[in-house]
């Protein structure tokens, strides 16, 4: 859990975050390691195994689903298209307003378009900007206590 909540913390330092992505996998390795062999002792209970494998394998699959949304974006075509979406439709609105300049029409259809941007960029990379889920990591950080 340690290792897991250092990533998200140095998350905008790319070499940080790497580092802290390898010590974590190498713990999931030891549990994982630890936990089969001591599935497969010989005083062990024969349903250990069935019970407590199974969790383990989740938990790393979770780890794993997390860190890859982290990494996956639209690709940058899709970008591309919402600026060309914006320009455009900037362009049209103030040709069609080019008859009579109605600045408030102006300034709030050009507002409304730089927020809806932003906010849709933002929402990408929700640890980075305004929009942040940063509190989701007390959760993390509540799990880690209950565990001492």
Same mark, same amino acid.
């Given at each position: 859990?340690?290792?897991?909540? !250092?990533?998200?913390? /140095?998350?905008?330092? $790319?070499? +940080?975050?790497?580092? !802290?992505?390898?010590?974590?996998?190498?713990?999931?390795? !030891?549990?994982? /390691?630890?936990?089969?062999?001591? $599935?497969?002792? #010989?005083?062990? /209970? #024969?349903?250990?195994?069935?019970?407590?494998?199974?969790?383990?394998?989740?938990?790393?699959?979770?780890?794993?689903?997390?860190?890859?949304?982290?990494?996956? /974006?639209?690709?940058?075509?899709?970008? =591309?298209?919402?600026?060309?979406? +914006?320009?455009?439709?900037? &362009?049209?609105?103030?040709? =069609? &307003?080019?008859?009579?300049?109605?600045?408030?029409?102006?300034? +709030?259809? +050009?507002?409304? &378009? *730089?927020?809806?941007?932003?906010?849709?960029?933002?929402? !990408?990379?929700?640890?980075?900007?305004?929009?942040?889920?940063?509190?989701?990591?007390?959760?993390?950080?509540?799990?880690? *206590?209950? &565990?001492?």
């Amino acid at each position: 859990m340690d290792s897991r909540l !250092e990533f998200y913390k /140095h998350l905008s330092d $790319s070499t +940080a975050a790497r580092k !802290e992505l390898v010590r974590s996998s190498d713990f999931q390795a !030891e549990i994982w /390691h630890k936990s089969l062999s001591a $599935s497969q002792a #010989p005083r062990a /209970h #024969p349903d250990a195994g069935k019970l407590l494998l199974p969790a383990l394998n989740s938990m790393i699959d979770i780890t794993s689903t997390r860190t890859m949304a982290l990494q996956m /974006h639209p690709p940058k075509v899709i970008f =591309g298209m919402l600026f060309g979406l +914006a320009l455009i439709g900037s &362009m049209l609105a103030g040709r =069609g &307003m080019g008859q009579g300049r109605h600045w408030l029409y102006v300034v +709030a259809f +050009a507002s409304v &378009m *730089a927020i809806s941007v932003y906010v849709i960029l933002d929402l !990408e990379y929700p640890r980075f900007g305004l929009i942040r889920v940063d509190p989701f990591d007390q959760l993390l950080v509540n799990v880690r *206590a209950t &565990m001492r």
